[in-house]
């Protein structure tokens, strides 16, 4: 089911670079929740649900842009998980930061997931415990996590100048280098041994880290909540995350 899924997520992000290259503007939307929405994020959506529902018409869809009410959803025990657009900000901002993501989630874990970013042509995808990085052609290679000295840190570029829990950490993490980069591209930086550690003190919605999460993890590192705790997405009312950290050990 993979090469489907694959495929579903490249054909999002055609359509997100339909409206991303177009001279008229990007279309942005304020939600409810004061976050950015923009045309690009809906006509993903669609894509990907239709897609997922043609494949898969039995399993629940559970997306940032198709919200499904607690009393359905409670009794969840495998569903989709789809960010249509994850780093709205980068794409407003036209930095190439920004990723499809499309997880599937089986008893709080997440046993499969594709992240894609369309500006850069990179897919990173994961399933049965083995994770990949797959070029324009569809050609894989397998990705594992990799030790550096001094580690590089990865931080967000649209959060990490206005959290000062994330500062007081890096202060006292020793030497280190760090990068900023947008979406869920951080979570594959490390599945890739490029980088050794992303730290997350801001908020997040389960839909923003499941797909990445299940890139991590089949690539070796580890996802957990700041007391050790690995990230659940066992269904609850409400999306957002705690703090958590992506790491080799």
């Not at 992303?198 to 923003?208: E, L, V």
């Amino acid at each position: 089911m993979l090469d489907q899924i694959n495929q579903i997520a490249r054909q999002a992000g055609e359509e997100i670079l339909k409206i991303y290259h177009r001279e008229e503007g990007l279309d942005v939307q304020i939600k409810t929740d004061d976050s950015p929405v923009t045309a690009a994020d809906l006509a993903a959506n669609r894509v990907i649900i239709d897609g997922l529902q043609a494949l898969t018409p039995d399993i629940p869809i559970l997306s940032e842009e198709s919200v499904v009410e607690w009393s359905v959803r409670q009794t969840w025990t495998r569903y989709w998980l789809v960010d249509p657009l994850d780093g709205t900000k980068e794409f407003i901002k036209r930095n190439g930061e920004f990723t499809v993501n499309i997880a599937l989630i089986e008893e709080g874990k997440p046993i499969l997931g594709v992240v894609y970013a369309p500006v850069l042509d990179e897919l990173y995808c994961a399933a049965e415990g083995k994770a990949w990085k797959e070029d324009a052609t569809g050609s894989r290679h397998q990705i594992t996590v990799a030790n550096a000295q001094p580690p590089l840190v990865v931080v967000s570029r649209s959060h990490a100048n206005n959290d000062p829990e994330l500062s007081d950490y890096l202060h006292q993490l020793g030497e280190h280098q760090t990068v900023a980069i947008g979406s869920s591209l951080k979570f594959c930086l490390v599945a890739e041994g490029k980088a050794q550690l992303y730290p997350r003190f801001g908020p997040t919605n389960i839909w923003d880290t499941g797909a990445g999460h299940a890139v991590a993890l089949a690539a070796g590192a580890q996802v957990t909540d700041w007391h050790g705790r690995t990230l659940d997405y066992t269904p609850r009312e409400s999306f957002l995350n705690p703090g958590f950290r992506v790491s080799l050990f």
